[in-house]
């Protein structure tokens, strides 16, 4: 009897290209034509095709003695995938870390390589990582396109209202504007963003960017570099671009408290603006933080304060398939919303157990998924913004306590709308689930 093969999901897709990370291109091409000689390269090719198909910005490579495990990541959640045959994700294994210049025979060790993609003409770069566990070992590849897509503001989730007031602070004289978001929660992508919605036209944008950690280019925004190998220091290079009066300064990491001495002083004196870039888990802690981190500065950085940027990100619901349900007046209540104000909620739909999707004469008849998010129900994700814009009150506070409840109270005060009540509002707007919300409220 012969034995149907299965066709695997690498076998659907036409398979990337691979570009290794070798500056001579005769000796790349080399290891193109070696690699290719093993099985594990067409494995390989057509994995990452269906992954980055599928959308997903990770994939993660479980090996124990019976199956490769795989899973990817989509939109910020983790979904499995079928196991490969453990000889098969051996295979695959071999040619990526061949390709990525790591040791491929080496299945212990911590290990890290890059790798070129190309998907019709699209650039992506694969992050390998592999470290060997007890039953096996475990590798997670990360897959990031080369071009990051230009993206406004309002496309992020941010809601007109909130826009408008972020670029008056954006575009005002004499101020400074802190932006923050947990660690991978897309704070990269909120800051230049943010940098776009600014009015560059006519004024002078000078940002100073580590030379180790440069920052993609904005246009109209200049570097000065400081740190690796150029011999320069901050302050120095701070000093140095003040005497031009440049209209924004601009910090994608918080500098040393020398350099934002001059920073301060400079805007207050010139009535100029600074911009500032920091992880942290909310806006307010954020702020604490910056201020504790300024002890010198504080009085000065608090007095001008423009606003500053919170965020999270959540996944979308899918356009094409979400399902309105009429909110019971409980769960309004529940939620804070004024009776009559919202007339639909959003939830993504959820077909029916297989057994119940029959046609009228109770003949099977599968639903196909949603051609948009492949019956995901959610599609891509936006931010949740909480725009912190403070007032005389939360400015006198600020300077007496560091305790986050009692900030987050005085700002409440001044009618300030934290991250719950913004995330109910993204609800009110159709855009994402209250599954979603629960889902990011328990992960911090
Ligand atoms: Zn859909």
Not at 106 to 134: C, H, I, M, N, Y
Request: glycine letters at 6%; hydrophobic letters at 40%.
């Amino acid at each position: 009897m012969a034995e149907q093969q299965e066709i695997q999901l690498w076998q659907t897709v036409e398979p990337v290209d691979f570009s290794p990370r070798i500056e001579v291109r005769s000796e790349a091409q080399a290891l193109l034509v070696q690699t290719r000689q093993g099985v594990g390269y067409a494995i390989g090719g057509g994995q990452l095709a269906h992954a980055i198909q599928s959308r997903a910005t990770h994939m993660l490579m479980d090996f124990t003695k019976a199956a490769c495990a795989i899973r990817y990541q989509v939109d910020g959640a983790w979904e499995q995938l079928p196991p490969l045959e453990r000889e098969i994700g051996d295979a695959m294994l071999v040619a990526l870390k061949q390709l990525s210049l790591m040791n491929a025979t080496d299945r212990r060790s911590t290990q890290t390589g890059k790798l070129g993609l190309k998907v019709a003409k699209e650039k992506f770069t694969l992050t390998l990582q592999s470290r060997g566990t007890p039953t096996g070992e475990q590798v997670m590849a990360r897959i990031e396109p080369d071009k990051v897509p230009f993206e406004r503001m309002s496309e992020l989730g941010m809601r007109d209202k909130q826009l408008e007031q972020f670029k008056e602070k954006l575009d005002a004289h004499g101020n400074s504007i802190l932006i923050t978001a947990p660690k991978g929660e897309g704070l990269t992508t909120t800051w230049n963003c943010s940098m776009n919605a600014a009015d560059k036209l006519v004024r002078d944008f000078q940002a100073f960017e580590n030379k180790d950690a440069q920052e993609p280019e904005v246009i109209n925004i200049n570097a000065n570099l400081f740190g690796g190998d150029t011999d320069v220091a901050l302050p120095a290079l701070v000093k140095s671009a003040i005497l031009k009066e440049p209209d924004v300064l601009i910090f994608p990491e918080p500098p040393d408290p020398e350099s934002m001495q001059l920073a301060v002083a400079q805007i207050k004196k010139t009535e100029k603006q600074i911009y500032a870039r920091m992880v942290a888990p909310t806006a307010m802690q954020g702020l604490a933080s910056y201020l504790a981190r300024y002890k010198d500065s504080a009085a000065e950085i608090t007095a001008t304060l423009g606003a500053v940027l919170g965020q999270r990100l959540v996944r979308r619901l899918c356009d094409q398939c979400k399902v309105g349900y009429e909110p019971t007046p409980q769960l309004l209540k529940q939620l804070g919303i004024p009776a009559g104000r919202v007339a639909m909620l959003y939830q993504p739909f959820v077909p029916p157990p297989i057994e119940q999707q029959v046609d009228e004469n109770g003949r099977p008849a599968p639903i196909e998924p949603c051609s948009a998010c492949a019956g995901r129900g959610y599609l891509g994700r936006i931010a949740i913004f909480e725009l912190l814009i403070p007032g005389d009150q939360l400015r006198a506070a600020l300077l007496k306590t560091q305790d986050i409840n009692q900030l987050n109270q005085v700002a409440k005060n001044e009618g300030h709308r934290g991250m719950q009540a913004e995330a109910v509002l993204t609800v009110a707007r159709g855009l994402t689930s209250l599954d979603e919300l629960k889902r990011m409220f328990a992960k911090r």
